[in-house]
């Protein structure tokens, strides 16, 4: 009678151990990651930038995509001249404020009705604001060739391309980087 009783005490306290190590708080690991939805095929708005001398690579990625809910990846080498062909661009995900996104979408579509001149020498790079909305019948494309270029072009549409610089430049800038 002592053995089963002993034997019992013995289940009963095992049992009671694994109870209690079950029940015990967690450790201090931080939680889970939210699941964030997978980012669409195509961008809303989307930067390249095609350096000079670029004619013959195949490796031409966007500077900066940008979602409709604000989500962005932004391919700080992708125009780098110093990048070799065969290496991907470093790839950063982060966000785009919403009023930068939104304040966005209307100077694009304000300059497309716009006149961006066209320089007399074409062979020093272009830029290039891709605007894809859902549905695709109101896509803006804006193409400024030669961006740093002033010959040959009229005061109205060296101001022209400045709104566009200046555009390119704010939605670069306004990427934040996600930790």
């Known amino acids: 009678m002592r053995t089963k009783s002993a034997l019992l005490v013995l289940v009963v306290a095992l049992a009671g151990s694994w109870g209690i190590a079950s029940a ?3 450790t201090d690991a931080p939680p889970p990651a939210p699941v964030q939805a997978p980012l669409p095929a195509t961008a809303l708005l989307t930067l390249t930038t095609i350096p000079s ?3 013959e690579r195949v490796d031409l990625r966007p500077m900066l995509q940008i979602y409709a809910d604000g989500r962005a990846v932004h391919q700080p080498d992708a125009a780098a001249t110093t990048r070799s062909a065969d290496v ?3 790839r950063l995900t982060g966000t785009v ?8 979408l209307a100077e694009t579509r304000a300059l497309a009705a716009l006149d961006l001149g066209m320089p007399s020498n074409d062979d020093r790079g272009s830029q290039i ?3 894809m909305p859902t549905p695709p019948d109101q896509d803006v494309h804006l193409l400024m ?3 740093e270029a002033t010959e040959g072009l009229t005061t109205d549409q060296q101001a022209n391309r400045k709104r566009f610089t200046d555009l390119y430049r704010k939605l670069l800038d306004a990427f934040s980087q996600e930790h």
């Not at 404020?97 to 966005?104: E, K, M, S, V």
């Open 97 to 104: 404020p919403t009023d930068i996104l939104n304040a966005a």
């Open 129 to 131: 604001i891709d605007l």
């Open 24 to 26: 015990q708080p967690a």
């Open 88 to 90: 991907s661009p470093q």
């Open 145 to 147: 060739y030669a961006p």
């Open 53 to 55: 001398g670029w004619s």
